[in-house]
């Protein structure tokens, strides 16, 4: 089998299976979503790495929710020092700092990414982050995280501390198509699984929330007239959201 199919075949399977087995995580996930947008409440998004990717997907994105805040902090992200985000990620006590920028409180919903879930920062965010009274989900992959000791003095991992778990069915070290002649894996499917969860999390919660009567502000592409659109709800939560 040629690695492109050995890749495309193990993401179609992974897509199937996680979305199968987590479909009561998803469901229950979009309820407190629903909650949240019914009470004119948020859903922070916040990933180190390239799991901040998944903040980002869901931000300021056509057909999106406007009631979505990415928790980013550029340190943690590839783009400025790629090795040292990788340290920063363990860092004790950078959380705190970090979650004095957004004003996540209760019936706010926070979804921390993190594929391993062993690093202080996802760690130490969500646990403050319940402290405020925001309902926190972790999406991580279970395989992974069980693999590995946390790296957090409590020994606790990220799916120890969020209220709600959405496994990403990922193996440990993401990889996936291994090439003859090559010792690592290629072909990384945590990126795709993120996506998928994510997005079948906001547009249950959209379903149910508009069903409930409360249709939710959503941006429409600007490429395809909604200029003047996304203005009126960019004016409306430019105040609370510091990244519009």
Same mark, same amino acid.
Request: proline residues 5%; hydrophobic residues 45%; glycine residues 8%.
């Given at each position: ?10 993401? /179609? ?9 987590? %479909? *009561? ?6 309820? @407190? ?9 948020? *859903? ?20 999106? *929710? ?5 928790? &980013? ?16 990620? %363990? ?6 700092? &970090? ?6 409180? #209760? ?14 920062? #996802?760690?130490?965010?969500? &646990?403050?982050? /319940?402290?405020?009274?925001? /309902?926190?989900?972790?999406?991580? $992959? *279970?395989?992974?995280?069980?693999? @590995?000791? $946390?790296?957090? #003095? $409590? ?48 547009? $249950? ?26 203005? /009126? &709800?960019?004016?409306?939560?430019? =105040?609370?959201? =510091?990244?519009?």
């Amino acid at each position: 089998m040629s690695a492109f199919d050995e890749y495309l075949g193990a993401v /179609r399977q992974q897509l199937e299976q996680t979305a199968e087995r987590q %479909r *009561l995580a998803i469901e229950t996930a979009a309820g @407190w979503l629903s909650d949240a947008l019914v009470a004119g409440r948020f *859903l922070y998004v916040f990933g180190t790495g390239h799991s901040h990717l998944l903040a980002e997907e869901v931000f300021y994105r056509a057909g999106g *929710l406007a009631r979505v805040i990415p928790i &980013l902090d550029e340190p943690l992200m590839l783009h400025q020092a790629a090795s040292e985000s990788t340290q920063v990620e %363990r860092r004790l006590g950078y959380a705190a700092d &970090l979650l004095k920028r957004y004003p996540v409180g #209760p019936g706010d919903v926070l979804l921390v990414a993190s594929n391993s879930g062993r690093n202080a920062v #996802p760690i130490e965010l969500t &646990l403050e982050a /319940r402290a405020r009274g925001a /309902r926190t989900i972790a999406l991580t $992959s *279970l395989t992974q995280s069980a693999a @590995w000791p $946390s790296r957090h #003095p $409590s020994g606790k991992k990220l799916a120890d501390v969020a209220e709600l778990v959405l496994d990403n069915g990922v193996r440990d070290g993401d990889a996936v198509v291994a090439i003859p002649g090559l010792d690592q894996r290629v072909g990384p499917t945590s990126s795709v699984m993120g996506l998928l969860l994510i997005n079948l999390v906001v547009v $249950s919660a959209v379903e149910n929330a508009t069903a409930r009567g409360y249709p939710p502000e959503v941006f429409v592409s600007s490429n395809a007239g909604g200029d003047d659109h996304n203005e /009126r &709800l960019i004016a409306r939560f430019r =105040p609370v959201n =510091p990244h519009l």
